[in-house]
């Protein structure tokens, strides 16, 4: 997209209506659940890298990750445009902007795609092309709270309400995407069928550059040391909440409001101590072991 047709789109972004729809059990934004049927018959390419994730578990960052080994850490070229304008979000219908679909459309390849949908509503043509899907996958609890504070400053999705009343709201998989418990066991289920990297955010904060290489090997893209201390540097935490190009600051205020928390809030694991109750620990705990047994997924809260 070039960049003035970029900022018409965006001085027209107004504040709209929020209401979640819901498709097959799962509740997503209603301008999403609108397209359904185009986003169902979206063509993927077989050369296509799609980023999935649950919301709030690092997205943004394996975006400037992927794209700057893609670049091989050219970082002047890695700011050519917002992370949301290099990497289409499929699911997003946010007139009077192109829905993900169209952006995608419109992209020469190599893509590179994103998508929160829980694995079975993923459009079919990822399956019948083969892609090569990057998941990433962060502890519920910081999600909690990470996505808390999101509701909060995107005005496109619900207001929370309190902490306590989000706790329950989250842990019913009453929000949008759906559960984070499905949503983390059915992708790591198809890792058997399908070509799936499965990265954690915890190993990322433990060790980037481990991380940034088992991605470039799954890519299929051979990175230098130099070039690997380039990625590392500009995708560090330090780096990214300054570059307007990943911290979302290139969004009206209409759209998100950083006066009421920052996109790139905290990047840290076990910020949720700061925010659950003893007690609510103890309901999230019994819930996550009835959940997650058997599964064969285990998460870091901390390290
Ligand atoms: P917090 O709200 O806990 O700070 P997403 O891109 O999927 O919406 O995820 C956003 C979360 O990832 C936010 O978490 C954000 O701060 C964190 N994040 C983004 N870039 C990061 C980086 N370079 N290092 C660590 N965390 C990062």
Not at 81 to 104: E, R
Not at 165 to 193: C, M
Not at 272 to 283: E, P, R
Request: charged content about 25%.
């Amino acid at each position: 997209m070039d960049p003035q047709q970029l900022h018409k789109y965006l001085d027209q972004m107004k504040v709209v209506e929020v209401k979640l729809g819901h498709v097959d059990g799962i509740p997503l934004i209603q301008t999403t659940c609108d397209m359904w049927d185009k986003f169902q018959n979206f063509q993927a390419r077989e050369d296509d890298l799609l980023i999935a994730t649950y919301p709030k578990a690092g997205t943004t960052w394996m975006q400037e990750i992927v794209d700057l080994i893609m670049l091989q850490g050219d970082v002047e070229k890695s700011m050519r445009a917002p992370g949301y304008v290099k990497v289409p979000f499929l699911d997003l219908n946010p007139k009077p902007m192109p829905s993900g679909v169209d952006a995608a459309n419109a992209m020469p390849s190599p893509r590179v795609l994103k998508t929160h949908m829980p694995i079975k509503l993923v459009p079919p043509s990822f399956w019948e092309k083969n892609c090569k899907v990057i998941y990433v996958a962060r502890n519920a609890k910081d999600i909690m709270v990470s996505y808390f504070y999101f509701q909060k400053l995107n005005l496109r999705l619900p207001d929370p309400g309190t902490w306590n009343e989000y706790f329950s709201t989250f842990l019913a998989g009453d929000v949008a995407w759906g559960s984070w418990f499905d949503h983390v066991i059915d992708w790591w289920k198809a890792k058997e069928e399908h070509r799936i990297l499965y990265v954690f955010y915890e190993d990322i904060i433990e060790d980037p550059k481990r991380e940034i290489r088992k991605i470039a090997k799954f890519m299929e893209q051979e990175v230098s040391d130099e070039v690997l201390e380039t990625i590392h540097h500009h995708t560090s935490f330090e780096v990214m909440k300054d570059n307007p190009m990943a911290n979302f600051t290139t969004l009206p205020p209409e759209v998100f409001d950083q006066s009421i928390s920052k996109f790139m809030r905290k990047g840290k694991v076990g910020d949720w101590k700061n925010h659950f109750l003893v007690s609510q620990n103890i309901v999230f705990d019994e819930e996550y072991r009835k959940r997650m047994e058997g599964s064969g997924l285990t998460f870091r809260e901390e390290l």
